[in-house]
């Protein structure tokens, strides 16, 4: 279960489904809280027994001991026994919590807010509201008066402030003064001696041509700094309060450089919210447009789209137009390469949604809306085997060369990669779908689908060993990716070169070379592929390199996330518990369709040859067979655990023996 945590409001955990994990009792979550404070630094149980309790019971270590167990339960609820925790450790005197940057509202909140110092005024502006809605109360917000809890309420809180004036500085640096205003007047209501949010307001109104409310709002903030506090204001409102009186021409200008585009940029959406009523229903399909362009960007745009999507299509289904909402839903035609979601319950809620849709559209016609419609079922139920999405995939492929339309057909063949995993060895039908990509969308302009063509090809290729095919791949992504500012593309290419030297070249290097690509992962927005990746990598390449179980220090401290289940008996191996191997390898389900679908059956065909378990080698024999000249995992363009005949040899071999 991937666990992420919250800070900015009432302390919580929420599961890899977005749902809140039940956390017991108010010292609970003290104890939980203190630790993600301390940031992955060892709390000695001294120091928590005095941070919980002013007068410490007779039995405070102990009752500490069962509230770490109690988190540890509800945290990682499918930890077998006997296992370390990877989550809550106990390290020395005390306890950590070992969590990911990503995994913690208030990390994430200063990661963004780092972020947007450095980039141009509308990328900042986008990390600026990213930041800001990690917020859903007082930061701490159940220990009000804990001192331990109070300097971090502080800090988070004052790092708040800055973000909204930071956020209204870039909004007039956009020339969106008006946007910023009803923001900074209640921001200087609640915190009246910010005075750079009051020269920021009197700015904002006076650049509005509200010259009068300006000095206004200048003289307010003298009179509440005067009478109040008893000092003068400072020289920046001073100044300020004296350049309006002369109407200098430099207020006018905007404060940051900005480029041509930034500034087309402003004045054009300025023109369209002039334009269009705030009700009209064409700003639905515009946010759409918008939202499939960020979500290419990865990272926080990625994170925002998906978020917003949602919250695009409950408003069309609202407004009761099954056309409307057809086009809203069917317009986010993202390119998709990874086969397992970032965000189930997001996913879910879409597929349901089109679904709705396209029982109720009027019969005849919408043969476009439909197979937009179709085609998104495809694309986000790709996560499971189901007839449903398959037969959504053909439909909506049909629908598309009847029509021979160039960009429906690039749409509805994605969902049709995205439906090629229902058993190994598919690999030279994804070839062709890439292939196909790749000429449709050259010629008629599509560059993100072309990228996707190659990165599909590129993983195919990989599969069945032409590395020098893939590297053409490879290299024609990278050239587009350039040109066109697709900065996801070039992590994947990073992944397939750190899986090339996994396959051709030293253990050493091929190492590094995954390391070196996971941290590229780290904030990209995409969970689905990040979460327990480096370690299945890395396991892997063991397997490459004839080590039959994973070394103690990948058992001990990985995180595996999905693949945790599949995974686990091969840690099991590595303990020499073999006995508890055989027993989770009898109820261990397949694993899932998918990228990944034949590094994990090697690995479970690793661990089934280690304890003899006949069945599930039978199971895995008869899996991995139609991919007999692929090398495993390689068509994930991500990592491989050696040529897929190996392993049917051993297989095969132990069987008969058995």
Not at 50 to 77: I, K, M, N, Q, Y
Not at 285 to 295: D, H, I, K, Y
Not at 320 to 326: I, K, S, V
Request: some cysteine.
């Amino acid at each position: 279960m991937n666990v992420t945590f919250g800070m900015l409001g009432p302390v919580t955990a929420w599961d890899d489904e977005g749902g809140p994990i039940a956390l017991k009792g108010p010292r609970h979550r003290a104890v939980l809280a203190r630790l993600i404070v301390a940031r992955g630094r060892v709390v000695p149980v001294t120091r928590l027994v005095a941070d919980l309790w002013e007068v410490p019971p007779a039995d405070a270590v102990g009752a500490v001991r069962t509230f770490v167990s109690a988190l540890r339960r509800a945290l990682e609820p499918q930890r077998r026994p006997r296992t370390p925790a990877r989550l809550l450790v106990t390290e020395g005197p005390g306890y950590a919590l070992r969590v990911e940057r990503g995994s913690v509202d208030s990390w994430c909140f200063e990661q963004a807010v780092a972020a947007a110092r450095t980039l141009p005024p509308q990328q900042a502006l986008d990390r600026l509201a990213e930041a800001l809605g990690y917020w859903r109360g007082p930061a701490l917000a159940d220990f009000p008066e804990e001192a331990w809890a109070r300097t971090e309420r502080s800090r988070l809180g004052e790092l708040r402030l800055h973000a909204l004036e930071c956020q209204a500085e870039v909004r007039l640096a956009l020339g969106r003064g008006a946007d910023a205003i009803p923001d900074l007047d209640a921001h200087v209501a609640e915190h009246p001696w910010r005075e750079d949010a009051w020269r920021l307001l009197a700015l904002a109104l006076y650049r509005t041509g509200r010259q009068g409310d300006a000095l206004a709002v200048l003289r307010r903030a003298r009179k509440l700094l005067v009478e109040q506090l008893g000092v003068d204001p400072g020289p920046g409102l001073r100044r300020l309060e004296a350049d309006i009186l002369a109407q200098e021409h430099h207020l006018d200008r905007a404060p940051g450089p900005i480029s041509s585009a930034d500034t087309v940029w402003a004045e054009a959406s300025a023109a369209y919210d002039r334009t269009l009523a705030s009700g009209a229903r064409a700003r639905l399909e515009s946010t759409v447009g918008l939202l499939r362009n960020l979500a290419v960007t990865g990272g926080g745009g990625l994170e925002v789209a998906r978020r917003h999507r949602s919250a695009v299509i409950a408003a069309a289904e609202e407004l009761g137009d099954p056309d409307l909402t057809a086009r809203v839903i069917g317009a986010y035609d993202v390119p998709a390469i990874w086969t397992r979601v970032d965000d189930p319950r997001h996913a879910a809620d879409v597929v349901a949604a089109a679904e709705r849709t396209l029982k109720t559209l009027r019969p005849g016609g919408h043969d476009v809306a439909r197979a937009r419609l179709l085609a998104t079922i495809a694309l986000e139920s790709r996560a499971s085997v189901s007839a449903r999405g398959l037969q959504a995939a053909r439909q909506a492929e049909q629908i598309a060369r009847d029509l021979d339309d160039p960009a429906l057909l690039a749409f509805a063949l994605n969902g049709v990669f995205m439906q090629t995993f229902y058993r190994a060895g598919l690999s030279p039908r994804r070839d062709r779908i890439g292939a196909e990509l790749i000429t449709l969308a050259a010629r008629h302009g599509m560059v993100t689908y072309e990228v996707l063509g190659h990165l599909i090809r590129l993983q195919a290729r990989s599969a069945l060993a032409d590395f020098p095919g893939a590297d053409r791949h490879a290299t024609a992504v990278d050239r587009l990716a350039e040109r066109n500012e697709l900065p996801l593309a070039g992590m994947f290419t990073q992944w397939y070169r750190a899986l090339r030297r996994a396959a051709t070249g030293p253990e050493a290097e091929a190492e590094a070379a995954c390391r070196e690509a996971a941290a590229r992962l780290h904030g990209v927005g995409m969970p689905g592929l990040e979460h327990g990746l480096l370690p299945l990598a890395l396991l892997c390449l063991r397997m490459r390199h004839g080590q039959s179980a994973p070394d103690a220090q990948i058992c001990a401290q990985s995180d595996w996330g999905p693949h945790e289940p599949w995974v686990a008996p091969l840690l099991l191996v590595a303990q020499g518990l073999g006995a508890e191997a055989a027993a989770v390898l009898r109820r261990l389900p397949d694993p899932p369709p998918g990228l990944l679908f034949e590094a994990l059956w090697s690995v479970v065909a690793r661990a089934a040859l280690a304890v003899s378990d006949r069945a599930t080698m039978e199971r895995a024999h008869t899996a991995l067979s139609p991919a007999g000249a692929e090398l495993a995992g390689a068509g994930s363009g991500l990592l491989t655990s050696g040529p897929v005949a190996g392993y049917l040899g051993e297989l095969a071999a132990a069987l008969r023996r058995t």
